[in-house]
């Protein structure tokens, strides 16, 4: 079946110029979660959405970081005026659910997005 | 608050012999652990997750991990290596319970595989 997946795969934008990143979880998957994995590193957290509610966006770097699910399935990321330290790999990860029984705690990755920033 | 350390930034293996990458974790509540696979240009794999049940944890493609409470270890196992397996592997923990289940990543281990 289809897994989660995200567009564009590369995104190169040039500083201050404003960008957008979609994701497709999985058909029926209730929870969407985005992370940014710098060059490096490991995956961090940014924000969370059960359907249509954003109940976290604790790891949201600035308030040029946006992000939106409204109809409950597709989400898109925005960066505005985008900075080079946003260069990474935007990953995002959906599930069945987050609460309540081990077996929903599986998240599904996407392949992500790369932005560069120039 | 909840954190893991992943004790080797590379770890080069032969093919055939084990592979051991190694995890400690920290957690204020009973955690869930897991164990991700990242492959070039593709998505993250989870390889396997302990949820408070068998300390002993089987997943994918041979991979074994075991959780061991007194040592705040999750290390990851196999018998022997493949070419295939090369790739990068995070650790990653959650508080366990109900609630939501933020994933916090360790900074990886690269596993290398020569012939």
């Known amino acids: 079946g289809a897994g989660v997946s995200q567009s564009p795969r590369y995104k190169v934008a040039k500083r201050g110029q404003d960008v957008a990143l979609r994701c497709d979880p999985i058909?029926?998957?209730?929870?969407l979660f985005w992370y940014q994995q710098a060059l490096g590193q490991g995956p961090e957290f940014l924000t969370y959405?059960?359907?249509?509610?954003?109940?976290?966006k604790s790891g949201l770097p600035s308030d040029r970081f946006f992000a939106e699910r409204p109809e409950g399935s597709v989400s898109t990321l925005k960066i505005q005026r985008t900075q080079q330290e946003d260069s990474a790999v935007y990953l995002c990860?959906?599930?069945?659910?987050?609460?309540?029984?081990?077996?929903?705690?599986?998240?599904?990755f996407g392949p992500g997005t790369r932005l560069t920033v120039t | 608050a909840q954190s893991v350390t992943q004790l080797d930034s590379h770890v080069s293996v032969s093919e055939g012999t084990p592979v051991l990458l190694r995890c400690n974790y920290s957690?204020?509540?009973?955690?869930?652990l897991f164990w991700y696979v990242q492959h070039p240009n593709k998505g993250l794999q989870l390889l396997l997750k302990?949820?408070?049940?068998?300390?002993l944890v089987k997943g994918i493609n041979g991979f074994e991990a075991e959780f061991k409470k007194s040592e705040t270890s999750f290390h990851l196992t196999k018998p022997s290596a493949h070419m295939s397996d090369a790739a990068e592997y995070f650790c990653?923990?959650?508080?366990?319970?109900?609630?939501?289940?933020?994933?916090?990543f360790g900074t990886g281990t690269r596993l290398l595989v020569s012939p």
């Open positions: 990860a959906s599930s069945k659910r987050t609460s309540g029984g081990k077996s929903s705690y599986e998240q599904y």
């Open positions: 957690s204020s509540y009973s955690p869930s």
């Open positions: 302990y949820t408070s049940a068998a300390t």
């Open positions: 990653v923990v959650t508080p366990g319970g109900t609630g939501f289940q933020k994933l916090v």
């Open positions: 058909s029926g998957h209730v929870s």
């Open positions: 959405f059960q359907n249509e509610a954003q109940l976290d």
